[in-house]
Every structure is written in structure tokens, then in C-alpha cells.
């Protein structure tokens, strides 16, 4: 200031002080490029402001150390400027009124959607944010034009809520979700866009929080979805609600509500979501154990997925390699893994590299292969990254087989109770299956390292807590149990629990397992035989 004004210049007595009487002492044309690229951010464009400034006044700013020049190229391909502080932004921003930050907020959230071009889903959120901005601050003013600014901004947090979900970013999309549902309160926005936030809020929320909030969540939609007619929405939310009434044991209602979500994909003549519908409805039959017929319609499902190009390959794929692993299948399971791996490398979507590195630690697990653990170890990692205790609770049981295998109890056992201490089997009551699998594993590896204590506690608490017509998840559990009885040389009761196992099993295509209940059966004989 004194540079500027010599002995005549005042400082206030605050450096935000200071420096508004720096912006201040500025030519108009100067002040007002600060002001409007303030509103972009620390970093900014020239072409990017309503305003585009005279060479001079960018010059002066420079000259005053209040803007630099930076070697970067912006999204249009414009040198990048930056604020020489962050205060300095602030506190033209802060100068600004609401009615011209408003408009500037609207301009840039414009200008970046289409300077951004092939890099458009880059810069998806900030578009998004700018445009919230200026709805936000129209509206605190009670400006003309809110109406528009609302539907704008609703629609791209929307679509970039949406595209953080099909990426496997769960808490960023419902974060974003969460924000276009508020914009969308202030009204204006068509019924069908809320009701698609709304089955989006719910079904986020089913993934990451699993409880009985969420299912209730979940059947609102519904309710508004179903008003509106058949729609790819109603779908999702159909199958996401079929696929929670498997965990309460009501495989009939689970199927109707299957059934009613492929008729539903076939009214609404879309082939992608009918593939996503008739992909999904195969859960029952693996939980209640009719392999051989859940691998034809898996494949029937891959060939219609494929055929419209749909964003399910992968999903897919990971069933059908599931599927073949638990029938013996062992090289199919490992081809459709490696074909897993392929495809989700070309989606680049986070959540298909998760299913995928699943997939093939499954199939490496089944063949005994030590490949096994580098894979159940990245599938760990992304599904830390991923959220929601479904994909987690999952990856941790993949690992700690993968583990134990490896030889590395300590291990197995560490990541067993960092997931079980996460979950709360009476509050999420939608994974109560996969916490079964989990507290099963926690018995089997407390018995290979000679904690008959905890693996008595888990293996009891597994039977009690599993699902009834889940085959392989009870028949589990009760074989986990049926080791402690013969540790414990109560060789009745185990052969009570093998039998209970083998009679789960008998029917089904869990070939591998039933195997191993024989064993177990042969075993349990023989003990008797030698008292």
C-alpha cells in the first residue's frame, strides 16, 4: 500500500482489511476481474468469466502481485491464472452481492459444460456445484428465474449423484443425491426426476447402511415409483427389495417380487433393464441351492446383457463364476473370472474391478491356487474404498480364506474381527446372511489356532443367526459347529449337526460342500467306532 500510495495510504487494521483496500484502489476494469474470477475458485480462466478482461487490466493485476500466471492449460485450452492467496479470493468474493454472484455462478457452471467437452464427466460435479450455487443464492434473494436455476441444478447433482453410483462411489452419490433432493424441495421439478432421486436415495442407503430404515426408505419409493407407471426406476428398486426379503427367509415373496421387476422391465420395453431384472432374479435360486438351474438363466441373462451392450457384464459374470466355483465347476469358474477381469478393466468402473478381483480370488480359492491371496487381498482394498458393509463383508470373507490358506492365521483372524466389529447383525438386518458367513469363518479359523472358546461362541452364533433356506450359509455354520461338538467329544451332537447339514445339501448343487459334509460324516463315524 505504501508502493501504491506513499505517505498518504492508510492500512486497516485487518489483513482482510488490507487487502480490500488493495481490490479497492484498483481501475474498475481490474476489480472486476477479480470479482468475477473469484467466483470460479482459487484457479481460473480469462474466457471463463462473463466479463472477458482487457489485456491491461490482467497485466495491472499481475503487476500488483494480486493474480500469477501459470504454465497450465485450462479446460479450453487457455493459460491458467491463480489467485497470488487465498484470501485474496475470499475477500473479493466476499465483496461481491448475492445478485452478481449469482449470475457469475450460473455463467461459469454454463461456460465449464461445454468448454469441458470429451473431459465433460471430469468436470461433472463442479458444473453441478456452480449451478446449485446459483440456485441457492437466487433463492435467498427471492430472484426471478429461480424456477429454472432449480430444474438446472437438480438435474446435473442428479445425473452426477447417478453416475457416482454406477461407478461404485456410493458415499459420494448419495452426498450428491442428498443435495438434489434439497434443491428439489423448493419445487418444479417433474414427478418422474423426484421419484428417480428418490429410488436412487433409497437404494444408496440400502448399501451402505443395511438396516431396516433403509428397507422402509426403499418401499416409499416404490409406492411413489409405482404411481408414475413402469419404469427402469421401479425396476431397480423392485429388485433391490426382492433381494432384501431373501435375508427374512421369505424366499416365495422374494421370487413374486422378482417376477413383478421383470414384468415390470418387459411393460417398460427396455431390453437393458429387463437383462439387469432377469440377471438379478437368479439369487434365490443360489441361496436356496438350485445351481444347475440358476447357471442356465445366468447365462441366459449374460446373452441378453451382452447383446444390448448393458453395464451388467460384470455382475454377471461374477454370478456365473460364483455359480461354477460352488458346482465343482473349477475351470469354468476360472474362465469367467479371467473373463470378469477383462471386461471390467475395459468399463473402468471402480465397482466392476471390485466384483471382478472377487470373482477371481473365488475361482483361485476353489482350485486351491496361491494366486488366490493377491487377488482376495485387492478386492479387499477396493471394497474399502467402494463402502457399505455388503461389498466389505464379502471381500473379508474371500480374504481371510485366502489367508488361512497362505498360512497366515494371525491374519485371517485380523480381518474377520476388523469387518465383524463393523457390523451389527440386529441393526442390518439385510446382510444378516453374509454376517453368518462371517462368524462361521471366525469359528473356523479360531479352530485352527486352538481357540475353542470363540469358535464354540461364533459357531453357535452362526447357527442361531442363519438364514433358513440359505443352503450353503446354514449347512456351513452347522458343519462350523459340528467341529467344536468333536473337538469337544460330543460326537451325538455333531452327528446331529452333520446330518442336519447333509440333509441341507442332499438336494442341492453345492457339490463341493457336500462333499465335505460326507467327510465330516465318515470322519464323525469312524471316532465312534474307535471308542
Not at 284 to 313: I, N, W
Request: proline letters at 4%.
Amino acid at each position: 500500500m505504501l508502493v501504491d500510495q506513499g505517505s498518504r495510504a492508510v492500512v486497516p487494521p485487518t489483513l482482510q482489511g488490507v487487502i480490500a483496500a488493495r481490490i479497492d484502489a484498483t481501475t474498475p476494469g481490474v476489480k472486476r476481474l477479480l470479482h468475477e474470477a473469484s467466483v470460479i475458485g482459487r484457479d481460473f480462466w480469462l474466457d471463463a468469466v462473463p466479463t472477458e478482461p482487457a489485456p491491461a487490466d490482467v497485466a495491472e493485476a499481475e503487476r500488483r502481485g494480486l493474480i500469477s500466471r501459470r504454465a497450465r492449460r485450462g479446460p479450453s485450452g487457455r493459460p491458467t491464472f491463480v489467485f497470488r492467496h487465498g484470501l485474496i479470493r475470499e475477500v473479493a468474493y466476499s465483496s461481491l452481492s448475492k445478485a452478481e454472484r449469482t449470475r457469475v455462478h450460473d455463467h461459469y457452471s454454463r461456460w465449464l459444460e461445454t468448454a469441458s467437452g470429451e473431459r465433460a464427466q471430469e468436470y461433472a460435479e463442479i458444473v453441478a456445484y456452480h449451478a446449485e450455487r446459483a440456485f441457492a443464492l437466487a433463492h435467498e434473494l427471492d430472484a426471478g428465474g429461480t424456477g429454472d436455476l432449480g430444474r438446472r441444478a437438480f438435474t446435473l447433482l442428479s445425473r452426477s449423484a447417478a453416475g457416482a453410483s454406477a461407478r461404485g462411489e456410493f458415499r459420494a452419490s448419495r452426498e450428491l443425491n442428498d443435495r438434489a433432493l434439497a434443491v428439489g424441495a423448493g419445487g418444479g421439478i417433474p414427478a418422474a426426476e423426484l421419484a428417480s432421486a428418490r429410488a436412487l436415495s433409497a437404494i444408496v442407503k440400502l448399501r451402505l447402511d443395511s438396516d431396516f430404515a433403509a428397507v422402509n426408505e426403499l418401499d416409499r419409493a416404490i409406492d411413489a415409483a409405482r404411481s408414475l407407471g413402469p419404469s427402469p426406476e421401479l425396476v431397480r428398486l423392485l429388485v433391490w427389495r426382492a433381494s432384501s426379503v431373501t435375508i427374512l427367509d421369505d424366499i416365495p415373496e422374494s421370487e413374486r417380487q422378482f417376477e413383478e421387476a421383470v414384468a415390470v422391465a418387459r411393460q417398460t420395453g427396455d431390453r437393458e433393464i429387463l437383462s439387469y431384472a432377469v440377471w438379478a432374479s437368479t439369487e434365490p435360486l443360489g441361496l436356496t441351492g438350485r445351481l444347475d438351474e440358476q447357471a442356465k438363466l445366468l447365462e441366459h441373462a449374460l446373452a441378453e446383457v451382452r447383446a444390448v451392450a448393458a453395464p451388467y457384464e460384470v455382475g454377471c459374470l461374477v454370478e456365473i463364476c460364483v455359480n461354477a466355483a460352488a458346482r465343482g465347476d473349477h475351470a469354468r469358474a476360472r474362465e469367467v473370472a479371467d473373463e470378469a477381469i477383462a471386461a471390467a478393466r475395459a468399463s473402468g468402473r471402480r465397482m466392476d474391478r471390485w466384483r471382478a478381483a472377487y470373482a477371481l480370488a473365488v475361482s483361485l480359492l476353489a482350485s486351491e491356487d496361491p494366486g488366490a491371496l493377491a487377488a482376495a487381498e485387492e478386492a479387499l482394498l477396493l471394497a474399502r474404498e467402494i463402502g457399505g458393509p455388503g461389498a466389505l463383508a464379502e471381500a473379508a470373507h474371500t480374504a481371510s480364506l485366502a489367508r488361512q490358506a497362505s498360512g497366515d492365521l494371525e491374519g485371517a483372524r485380523t480381518v474377520l474381527e476388523e469387518t465383524l466389529a463393523q457390523l451389527d447383525p440386529a441393526r442390518m438386518t439385510v446382510q444378516r446372511d453374509v454376517i453368518t458367513r462371517l462368524e462361521t469363518r471366525r469359528a473356523e479359523v479360531a479352530l485352527a489356532r486352538g481357540d475353542i472358546e470363540t469358535a464354540r461362541s461364533s459357531a453357535t452364533t452362526a447357527v442361531r443367526i442363519a438364514p433358513g433356506p440359505h443352503v450353503e450359509t446354514r449347512a456351513e455354520a452347522l458343519l462350523a459347529l459340528a467341529a467344536v461338538a468333536l473337538i469337544d467329544e460330543r460326537t451325538a451332537d455333531a452327528r446331529s449337526l452333520i446330518t442336519e447339514a447333509m440333509a441341507l445339501l442332499a438336494p442341492s448343487g453345492y457339490r463341493d460342500l457336500r462333499e465335505r459334509a460326507e467327510r465330516m460324516a465318515e470322519s464323525s463315524a469312524a471316532r465312534s467306532q474307535a471308542r
